[in-house]
């Protein structure tokens, strides 16, 4: 008897454990599934960035790649992986390193929705020798990503033959990778220059609204050396560059575009708003925004539309219109809305805000339920007048009072001038 008990007692044990982890995974799995209905309802469902693609022949549903994700995107549902949350992955892509089994393609864009990414190697060279893509604009929009790259750009090109010119590399942008890449170039003791089109550092993160939350990771910059951050404000991530700038002195020459690359022989000419330079190589970091997504409406061209908010207290006591579905969008009208006497519109064309930050969803919904703000779901701007704006929605319109329209709809990526150059450009559509 006591024989047959020591052989019971173990297995036993191993029974209930495995009775525990099942109820465990079916709890778990429900709770995945929920999250990933609730997302479908809302029309949560496009990614906005790079993001995982699970082989289900292949995933052992080890559930590494959840515990790996920063944001919490990924759930594990009937014991594989799978994007529950689409809209809250940024392209981290720290889940593909982490899955045992190498279940996990990282992709862009959806079959819905398609992106444009250069061509590059795994320098960032384009297919064009010598000139070199990093950061947002290749498709990576996250700061450590953009900062890794362009320094990693640097390397590459410091290692490129000398050519007969003024320059060893002009560097166009200075965001993130920007600021590496100039960083990169003066510590390897490379002949370059760095041109921004705007008055200061930080490339898409100058065009945040106040107080706007960024998320980022621990990074290394040249010269510098690490940055250790999570999630901080637009302010104190533009002060940290500020800081960068006074402790390196990097040759970043601000308010000065790029209008043009020309080819000579071994060698190029960046054409910029204030002259003209001869350079080996060309290290473009100029971000996605590219020229700000017009809305087509009638009376667009009045001085009260503009394309990004700066400082909100200027529209205090104003009728302020707010048009577009992402995080800005909702933050630029946030932030209005907390001026006194203002009222704040936010009209999107979509049914669901399905770019946006967790955090960012909540705080509308806060300023909804309090009046501070009004939103019209699929809605586009029909009209602008002096002192009022038409809103198309469904089969009517909609006519609100108006002092003031900011458009928050993004940008056109610059392929046309990339094609000009002669860079391949492909649509990706998760594949």
């Known amino acids: 008897m006591s024989e047959l008990i020591y052989y019971l007692v173990p297995l036993l044990l191993v029974f209930v454990s495995i009775r525990l982890y099942v109820r465990a995974g079916r709890k778990r799995s429900g709770l995945h599934s929920a999250i990933l209905q609730e997302a479908v309802e809302a029309g949560l469902t496009e990614p906005p960035s790079l993001h995982p693609v699970v082989d289900l022949s292949v995933c052992m549903g080890s559930g590494a790649c959840v515990r790996a994700c920063p944001e919490k995107a990924l759930g594990i549902i009937d014991g594989k992986g799978v994007l529950i949350n689409p809209t ?28 444009d990414i250069p061509q590059v ?50 560097i166009v942008g200075a965001g993130p990778a920007g600021i590496s890449a100039s960083l990169a170039a003066k510590e390897a003791g490379l002949r370059y220059v760095t041109i921004e089109q705007e008055d200061s550092l930080g490339g898409t993160t100058y065009h945040y609204p106040r107080n706007k939350l960024v998320m980022t990771a621990p990074m290394k910059l040249p010269l510098v050396g690490e940055i250790r951050l999570r999630e901080v404000s637009k302010e104190q991530l533009m002060d940290i560059w500020l800081g960068v700038l006074e402790k390196a002195r990097p040759n970043i020459r601000f308010g000065e575009r790029m209008e043009s690359i020309v080819p000579e022989t071994g060698a190029f000419v960046v054409k910029s708003s204030r002259g003209a330079y001869r350079t080996s190589s060309v290290l473009l970091a100029i971000g996605r925004r590219g020229t700000p ?56 064309r979509g049914r669901a805000f399905d770019r946006v930050k967790p955090k960012n969803r909540a705080r509308l919904e806060e300023a909804i339920a309090s009046c501070r703000i009004q939103q019209i779901l699929e809605s586009t701007v029909r009209e602008i007048g002096p002192d009022k704006v038409i809103l198309a929605k469904g ?25 000009k150059i002669g860079i391949q450009v492909e649509t990706h559509y998760g594949t």
């Open 88 to 115: 809250h992955c940024i392209g981290h892509g720290a889940c593909a390193p982490a899955c045992p089994v190498g279940a996990i393609r990282l992709v862009f864009g959806t079959a819905k929705r398609g992106v």
């Open 395 to 419: 089969d009517g319109t909609v006519e609100l009072p108006n002092d003031a329209v900011i458009v928050c709809a993004g940008g056109e990526l610059p392929t046309p001038m990339l094609k």
């Open 293 to 348: 997504r017009k809305l087509g409406a009638s009376g667009e061209e009045q001085s009260k539309v503009v394309y990004r908010l700066i400082e909100a207290d200027q529209y205090r006591r104003r009728k302020v219109l707010v048009v577009g579905g992402g995080d800005s969008a909702l933050e630029a009208a946030l932030d209005v809305s907390e001026e006194p006497g203002t009222t704040v519109t936010l009209s999107y």
């Open 121 to 170: 190697t795994p320098d960032f060279e384009t297919n064009v020798p010598g000139i070199f893509i990093a950061g947002e604009l290749g498709g990576m929009g996250l700061i450590r990503n953009a900062v890794r790259q362009g320094t990693r750009a640097i390397e590459a090109i410091a290692k490129r033959p000398r050519a007969k010119a003024d320059f060893d590399v002009v």
